[in-house]
């Protein structure tokens, strides 16, 4: 659906629209919220905040425009709030590190969006074999590489190093094409 498009749209599509944006970009601002404040347990307290802001306020948002930052923005007003409560508590990052932090995390929003989609493109270029590995070992994070070998009838150093082969085959082929786009900073 386009919802930059002039016909109206009803509140369950916005509504939808919202959604489905939030739950591109909710790894992305967990992740964001961690590294302002360097703990996932008060990152998932801000997070429970946040959304219930984002949810308050959904109707704020102007679709067409960048999502990240507006949600950026209010993630880092809860991020004050709940650092303002917890000054108490012990030791903190200056409120100007917590900015450039933040200021950071922003920018490189869409680097990381970029090589997410860079490693789609090289997961598709491997040999079927490697790609079938690498499904197998990461599917499921409770199994381990000795599982994932003896499930092949292999040696679990083998498969450890093929990993090891396929990991660098795909960062080289996402640093080729982020630099042949001009975005790899």
Same mark, same amino acid.
């Given at each position: 659906?386009?919802?930059?498009?002039?016909?109206?749209?009803?509140?369950?599509?916005?509504?939808?629209?919202?959604?489905?944006?939030?739950?591109?970009?909710?790894?992305?601002?967990?992740?964001?919220?961690?590294?302002?404040?360097?703990?996932?347990?008060?990152?998932?307290?801000?997070?429970?905040?946040?959304?219930?802001?984002?949810?308050?306020?959904?109707?704020?948002?102007?679709?067409?425009?960048?999502?990240?930052?507006? $949600?950026?923005?209010? /993630?880092?007003?809860? +991020?004050? =709030?709940?650092?303002?409560? *917890?000054? &108490?508590?012990?030791?903190?990052? %200056?409120?100007?590190? $917590?900015?450039?932090? /933040?200021?950071?995390? +922003?920018? =490189?929003?869409?680097?990381? *969006?970029? &090589?997410?989609?860079?490693?789609? %493109?090289?997961?598709?270029?491997?040999?079927?074999?490697?790609?079938?590995?690498? =499904?197998?070992?990461?599917?499921?994070? &409770?199994?381990?590489?000795?599982?994932?070998?003896?499930?092949?009838?292999?040696?679990?150093?083998?498969?450890?190093?093929?990993?090891?082969?396929?990991?660098?085959?795909?960062?080289?082929?996402?640093?080729?094409?982020?630099?042949?786009?001009?975005?790899?900073?």
């Amino acid at each position: 659906m386009d919802i930059g498009s002039t016909r109206a749209i009803s509140d369950h599509e916005r509504r939808d629209a919202f959604a489905r944006l939030f739950a591109q970009h909710d790894r992305w601002l967990f992740a964001y919220l961690v590294s302002l404040l360097g703990s996932s347990a008060h990152a998932e307290e801000v997070f429970q905040e946040v959304c219930v802001v984002l949810w308050r306020e959904h109707e704020t948002f102007e679709f067409g425009t960048n999502f990240v930052k507006w $949600v950026s923005v209010i /993630a880092h007003h809860q +991020v004050q =709030r709940f650092r303002r409560q *917890e000054r &108490r508590s012990g030791p903190q990052l %200056s409120e100007a590190a $917590v900015d450039l932090l /933040a200021a950071d995390a +922003v920018d =490189r929003a869409d680097l990381l *969006e970029y &090589r997410r989609d860079a490693l789609r %493109s090289c997961l598709e270029k491997l040999p079927a074999k490697d790609r079938q590995l690498v =499904r197998t070992c990461y599917s499921d994070s &409770r199994q381990s590489f000795k599982t994932v070998a003896e499930k092949l009838g292999q040696p679990v150093n083998t498969v450890y190093k093929a990993l090891g082969r396929i990991r660098k085959s795909l960062y080289d082929c996402i640093e080729r094409t982020l630099s042949v786009e001009g975005l790899n900073r």
